[in-house]
């Protein structure tokens, strides 16, 4: 516990003391001068002395009071990073979710980031065969908000940059595979525990770097993955180019991404259930140490105390004083 005017407590120490000594002094020569009338004192010691006591100790916390005293516990709090990474691939326009893979995933994605707390920095990745930040992680959700409303699809899909994207963006520096040969060792990343990749894809993978490797990477720095498979299974037919292509949801990869970082993979077929997904993701918890001030709690219990002591000597001695 600390005080944020200690010399309060020295006042409401010595104060205490001192109403204290006053009482036993008074008690001292009320039992004189019985004596010297040749009284005894009558009534129970407890009575008698209970209600005093009682007002002793409230004056003494209203002293305290004027202290500001203040505690520190541990509160617990949902903190950290999370990175939206989308899949804005050609894929991502297919409409067998309503109205399409990457629309239904940037409604989904709004809901989540209006739901959680200030103390969560969201930043948002776009990914097709390169990866883009188009917002830093920020306390400033509508921004996060407002880059995910801008995001359009185009082009091909790698998994592998989408992570390799989301780690530069954690890490605050440019992050790469380590060399396959062996003769470069991988950089380290530090570890970043509080920090989550949510990645958004129908899983379909077009080009490297290798995804599980790019996994690998992130779980060594304590990242985790969660990743949300948009689309459904038998998938649906888009025009690309002139060209009609076939595209389905491939979880084995999306699965086998989560895993390797201790995420979880979850399959969300529509918008509805995209929804509840993202509602279901794990954040971290964090306990921090916050200074409550027990100010009022010392006012409330030396009123209590007052209002016990006035109610005995009433009840008692039918008055207060």
């Not at 993701?281 to 009123?303: C, K």
Request: charged share 15%; hydrophobic share 50%; aromatic share 4%.
């Amino acid at each position: 516990m600390s005080f944020r005017y200690p010399v309060m407590v020295v006042v409401a120490v010595l104060g205490g003391l001192g109403l204290g000594a006053a009482y036993y002094w008074l008690q001292a020569q009320r039992a004189k001068a019985l004596a010297a009338a040749g009284l005894t004192a009558t009534g129970a010691g407890l009575r008698r002395h209970l209600p005093p006591l009682l007002f002793l100790t409230a004056l003494a916390l209203l002293l305290l009071a004027v202290a500001r005293p203040q505690a520190t516990v541990p509160v617990p709090k949902a903190t950290g990073t999370v990175i939206l990474a989308f899949d804005v691939s050609n894929s991502m326009a297919a409409e067998d979710i309503a109205p399409s893979r990457l629309a239904a995933a940037q409604a989904a994605a709004v809901e989540f980031v209006r739901a959680q707390p200030s103390t969560v920095d969201i930043g948002v990745v776009a990914f097709g065969q390169g990866a883009q930040t188009t917002q830093l992680p920020t306390a400033e959700h509508e921004a996060a908000i407002a880059a995910i409303n801008r995001l359009n699809v185009a082009g091909g899909t790698s998994l592998g940059q989408a992570i390799l994207g989301s780690l530069t963006v954690i890490v605050g520096k440019s992050v790469g595979l380590p060399d396959p040969t062996g003769t470069t060792p991988p950089a380290d990343l530090g570890y970043w525990g509080s920090a989550t990749i949510v990645l958004l894809s129908d899983g379909e993978d077009t080009g490297g770097p290798d995804a599980v490797a790019a996994a690998e990477l992130a779980a060594a720095a304590g990242v985790h993955i969660e990743t949300i498979g948009v689309g459904t299974v038998e998938g649906a037919t888009i025009e690309v180019d002139g060209y009609q292509v076939s595209t389905a949801l491939n979880e084995e990869l999306l699965t086998e991404v989560a895993e390797t970082t201790s995420g979880s993979y979850h399959r969300a077929e529509n918008a509805q259930a995209l929804g509840a997904v993202y509602k279901s993701l794990d954040l971290r918890i964090h306990t921090e140490n916050e200074s409550i001030e027990l100010t009022g709690a010392a006012v409330l219990v030396a009123v209590l105390l007052l209002t016990a002591g006035g109610l005995l000597m009433t009840n008692w001695f039918g008055r207060i004083v």
